[in-house]
């Protein structure tokens, strides 16, 4: 009886066959065809390399001054980075325009700024959308009929702080204060100061009023909706002014938004308001800008946006700075397609460089499928160059034959034989082999009849 060790097929020995003949193939490949092999190297390191992919992981954002929305607004986006392994280094300054200053030169990766702020020359810098609402306040020392008073009128005579020269607060009221005629401008007592300092002088009766271009998150905003003797008052020309003011929004705040229990405000207001804005260089690594475009929409998302929009935040609101190609793509397409399965940057490199990894894969996979036969295509060319060498010797020992002068067959069968034992024989090639076997023993013949012939 047979035994069934010898019928059955031998697959462990099978399966280390072609794991050898596999690893010398890719061997030889890399021997014979380095050039292809760097060729493909060279594609790979160029495409890494041109699309920029690990980000950094340290971000430099101009914040704004102390309690402001603009560093509130930088903490909230510090801690939901710091979620996606994100550090951001927030600095201080004294506001929008030395935000843009800094941005400009290079010394921060990222401004918060306002709707309003002018360029002005600024080519390669792009914004990545408006965040939030920032409204337009007058807070008043809180008098009998102060309600029923149109702002403008209360002003008269009055000690108006108008916010630092560079704050967000500065620029809007400037440009305000621009739409009223020059006589009536001359009654106001305009004071330059920061925001602590005019809140401090508000509550001690220092100062009639002051304007805070802050949303509702402002920690200065909060302190004043519920100061003692504070209140704020209503723009009541605010349609006027916004047609007038095209970076502007008519807004409504409702009483209570801040507290219930004891209302701030106390009343409805209607009022005027920009919106916070994140600005950026155009070359900020796409990866950091997707991260910013994901926190504004997770921070919006819950109860921090208590100013509501149509459509919501973040948006492309302020037109008047080129919208980034990465906010331009995820506003139009929605966040990226692999970022709940892979890290960020990875999402982020593969939306932007889909088409080039997809062509060199087009390239790299045949050829990668082109290693398994490669094994057979080298025994193929190996054998070819000993046919060759077996027909002209072939010749050689047939025309000696009738050669007087003696031909070193001999020397030569043996070299030919030597290749041939010594020659690797893949997997897939035992029968070519066999059949080059059969010609080296039909020139053995020859040649043994060929020298028998000279003797």
Known sequence: MRNSHDTNPRVVKYFLLSLRDESLAILNFFTYQWYIVLIILISMVCLIYGNNPIPPRTIRVAAGQLNSTLEVTAKRYASALAEEGMHLELIRTRGAIENLDLLRQGKVDVALSQGGVHLSGATDIVSLGSVGYQPLWFFARETAGTQRQDIFSFMTGKRISIGLTGSGTRIV?????????????????LLAMDAPSSIQAIQEGKIDGMFLLAGLESINARTLLTSNGVTPMSFKFSEAMTRQLDYTEQLRVPAGIISLTAPAPKQDLQMIATTTTILTRQSLHPAVQYMFLKAASRVNAGTQG???????FPAYTDKSVPLSNIADHYFKNGPLLLEDHVPLWMASLFERAWFKLLTTFAIAIPLLGFLPHFRTTIFDTMASQLYSEIFHLY?????SMNSAEPVKLIERFEKIRDKILALWVPKGSYEAYSFLLGALELLRAKVLTATANQD
């Open 306 to 312: 208590l100013l509501l929009r149509a459509g919501g």
């Open 395 to 399: 010749l050689d020992a047939e025309l």
């Open 173 to 189: 009221v400037d440009e305000l204060m621009g739409l009223i005629p020059a006589d009536i401008r001359k009654s106001y007592q």
